[in-house]
């Protein structure tokens, strides 16, 4: 005896997402809204052990942070929309590559992701802290690909532009007009 099953499209899929709204495989800038402890088996913890997942909500992009969230239809997207990290504890590694947990922590901390990470709070100091997230698009869900700080940079301003640099575009010009004037 056979049990039917039917699986959805994704142009049919009524999940969270529907109700929330997809972003589009882009950098956005989060904040870490709270977290919870789960005991998950998986293919890289077969124990069990605890993982933790933390809540983060999207409030930017990366790039444009005035800029209205959309989901990749163009639609605004859900206030309540948020996304979740899968952390692992015991995945903080720097060998053979920075693991993605590590990076997560550094990101929040705005500190260097191979450098040492202390958080004096527990991860209750994590709660408020703001990074940008690679966001993109599996099965049919968004999930956080990597996770990097935000950087301030110093913008240092002059009242007149300089002048002992040429542009490339002038470059290009006088490049041209010489080869112009040529007789080959």
């Known amino acids: 005896m056979s049990t039917s099953i039917y699986v959805p499209s994704a142009d049919e899929f009524t999940g969270s997402n529907a109700d929330y709204g997809m972003l589009s495989e882009d950098e956005y800038r989060v904040r870490v809204e709270s977290y919870k402890r789960v005991n998950r088996v998986s293919q890289y913890n077969p124990d069990g052990n605890e993982t ?3 809540i983060l909500k999207p409030i930017g992009f990366a790039d444009d942070e005035d800029a209205d969230l ?5 639609a605004p997207v859900n206030p309540e929309k948020h996304l979740i990290f899968f952390y692992d504890p015991a995945r903080l590694g720097v ?5 993605k947990s590590r ?4 990101a929040a901390m705005n500190v260097p992701a191979d450098g040492p990470i202390a958080l004096q709070g527990g991860y209750d100091e994590l709660v408020g802290k703001e990074m940008i997230a690679h966001v993109g698009i599996r099965n049919g869900r968004n999930y956080i690909i ?5 950087r301030k940079r110093a913008r240092v301003r002059t009242a007149e532009p300089t002048t002992t640099k040429k542009s490339l ?3 290009a010009r006088e490049t041209f007009e010489v080869a112009e004037e040529m007789p080959f």
Not at 103 to 106: D, E, H, I, V, Y
Not at 146 to 150: E, L, Q, W
């Open 52 to 54: 933790i997942d933390f």
């Open 70 to 74: 959309v989901d990749e239809n163009g």
């Open 95 to 99: 060998r053979p590559q920075i693991a």
């Open 103 to 106: 990076k997560f922590l550094a």
């Open 146 to 150: 990597d996770t990097r700080p935000i």
């Open 169 to 171: 575009v002038d470059k």
